[in-house]
């Protein structure tokens, strides 16, 4: 079977898909957060993509790297999306390309590799651990699932598959969690029973590279969009 590989095209065309599912999941994200923050979530994600979206052509057109592809990216949502989620995702994408620096194709533990840094940039910009309440409730179970299974037999779509799961599975668990970061620390118990939206946010959009590296999967005969 051809290695799975994917190329900055991929990576252009995942952050358009990710721009129009935030436009879907705005509302939602945004009830959300105001059941335990400032009620913003969704349409500061809106905002932000929409800007990357709008600018992709001319940073396309620079004909920078993957690593300075999502480093331009990052810096476009740390400058528009506001409260916590700008930083934290702008962290992301800025340092996500950090291990492979002049490349304009990766393979699969690559990729992964990627998703990891990305997300130790949220861990060091957020200060938070699991069980405060965060997107790292959501993220920090899906990296120990890459952790685990990348070179444990299982096949490139059942491992982003599970780790997407765990991320999902990791946003459900802070429903009952106590907010110890960010504005919804200040309604401590009046929190539990409200996921935090930065969780659900986070699975969701990890869900985009889960579909385009399915579709990639199915037309390995050209190894890339």
Same mark, same amino acid.
């Given at each position: 079977?051809?290695?799975?590989?994917?190329?900055?095209?991929?990576?252009?065309?995942?952050?358009?898909?990710?721009?129009?599912?935030?436009?879907?999941?705005?509302?939602?994200?945004?009830?959300? !957060?105001?059941?335990?923050? !400032?009620?913003?979530?969704?349409?500061?994600?809106?905002?932000?993509?929409?800007?990357?979206?709008?600018?992709?052509?001319?940073?396309?057109?620079?004909?920078?790297?993957?690593?300075?592809?999502?480093?331009?990216?990052?810096?476009?949502?740390?400058?528009?999306?506001?409260?916590?989620?700008?930083?934290?995702?702008?962290?992301?994408?800025?340092?996500?390309?950090?291990?492979?620096?002049?490349?304009?194709?990766?393979?699969?533990?690559?990729?992964?590799?990627?998703?990891?840094?990305?997300?130790?940039?949220?861990?060091?910009?957020?200060?938070?651990?699991?069980? !405060?309440?965060?997107?790292?409730?959501?993220?920090?179970?899906?990296?120990?699932?890459?952790?685990?299974?990348?070179?444990?037999?299982?096949?490139?779509?059942?491992?982003?598959?599970?780790?997407?799961?765990?991320?999902?599975?990791?946003?459900?668990?802070?429903?009952?969690?106590?907010?110890?970061?960010?504005?919804?620390?200040?309604?401590?118990?009046?929190?539990?029973?409200?996921?935090?939206?930065?969780?659900?946010?986070?699975?969701?959009?990890?869900?985009?590279?889960?579909?385009?590296?399915?579709?990639?999967?199915?037309?390995?005969?050209?190894?890339?969009?």
């Amino acid at each position: 079977m051809a290695e799975l590989l994917v190329g900055r095209d991929f990576f252009v065309k995942a952050l358009k898909e990710m721009q129009i599912l935030i436009e879907e999941q705005r509302d939602h994200l945004s009830k959300l !957060d105001s059941e335990i923050g !400032d009620g913003d979530h969704g349409i500061n994600l809106s905002i932000g993509f929409r800007e990357v979206v709008l600018k992709l052509e001319s940073i396309e057109a620079e004909n920078p790297d993957i690593a300075g592809l999502l480093k331009k990216v990052g810096m476009i949502l740390l400058g528009k999306v506001g409260g916590s989620s700008g930083p934290l995702y702008g962290s992301f994408f800025i340092k996500a390309g950090d291990n492979v620096k002049g490349k304009y194709e990766v393979n699969f533990p690559e990729f992964c590799g990627m998703i990891v840094t990305g997300v130790k940039a949220i861990e060091s910009r957020g200060k938070a651990v699991v069980r !405060d309440k965060t997107m790292l409730d959501a993220f920090l179970p899906g990296v120990k699932v890459l952790d685990d299974e990348l070179f444990g037999g299982k096949n490139e779509i059942e491992i982003f598959t599970d780790f997407v799961d765990a991320m999902k599975a990791g946003a459900e668990s802070t429903i009952p969690l106590i907010a110890k970061k960010g504005r919804a620390m200040r309604l401590g118990e009046r929190a539990v029973g409200h996921k935090d939206p930065g969780a659900e946010s986070a699975w969701m959009l990890m869900e985009v590279f889960l579909k385009g590296l399915t579709e990639v999967a199915k037309g390995l005969t050209k190894a890339t969009y």
